[in-house]
């Protein structure tokens, strides 16, 4: 459908707690194709509807061969195991930093039609699960680092030509 800018680092949708969804119509349909079609233009796994802008509790996916969106999402850990792996966001382009996150999850929630989706997951579907859920609530994957990863993480935001710039 479209593909839209993405928000960066700094701008307040991105704080900000994304609403329930509550009416399954066309529109949501085409919210939910732009992110699709945004999230790949960006070389991206996910994309939430806040990082477009929309507050709306949507976000997008595409890993380890599942594609999709899941609507006003849910998740929980499925076991104890956690793993530490590298994470970035297509808001905070350039920067990356080794962030936990449960192994598997069981996330459930809509798809644009109104349809109950359940989606048991692990490794980067889980961990993209966990983070688009995250940007859903207004957190930033940042606020999950250690707090010597989060401030060298943050001086490499500030370093970026994009942040920089004030895009």
């Keep these: 459908?479209?593909?839209?800018?993405?928000?960066?680092?700094?701008?307040?949708?991105?704080?900000?707690?994304?609403?329930e969804i509550t009416v399954f119509d066309e529109q949501l349909g085409r919210l939910a194709e732009d992110l699709l079609d945004t999230m790949d233009a960006g070389g991206g796994v996910g994309l939430a509807a806040n990082q477009i802008g929309v507050l709306r509790r949507i976000f997008a996916y595409d890993c380890e061969g599942r594609r999709g969106?899941?609507?006003?999402?849910?998740?929980e850990p499925v076991g104890e195991a956690t793993e530490?792996?590298?994470?970035?966001?297509?808001s905070i382009p350039g920067?990356?930093?080794?962030?936990?996150?449960?192994?598997?999850?069981?996330?459930?929630?809509?798809?644009a039609a109104g349809t109950p989706v359940t989606i048991e997951a692990e490794g980067l579907l889980a961990r993209c699960i966990q983070h688009e859920a995250d940007h859903l609530d207004g957190v930033l994957?940042?606020?999950?680092?250690?707090p010597a990863a989060r401030r060298a993480a943050m001086a490499?935001?500030?370093?970026?030509?994009?942040?920089r710039n004030g895009r």
Excluded: K, Y
Aim: hydrophobic letters at 45%; glycine letters at 4%; a positive charge.
């Design 69 to 75: 969106v899941l609507v006003n999402p849910r998740w």
């Design 141 to 146: 994957f940042l606020r999950r680092l250690e």
């Design 1 to 19: 459908m479209a593909i839209r800018d993405i928000r960066l680092f700094g701008d307040p949708a991105l704080t900000s707690r994304a609403e």
């Design 95 to 111: 920067v990356a930093a080794d962030t936990e996150r449960h192994l598997r999850v069981r996330a459930t929630g809509q798809d």
């Design 84 to 90: 530490v792996a590298e994470e970035g966001c297509l």
């Design 156 to 163: 490499r935001v500030r370093a970026m030509d994009w942040f």
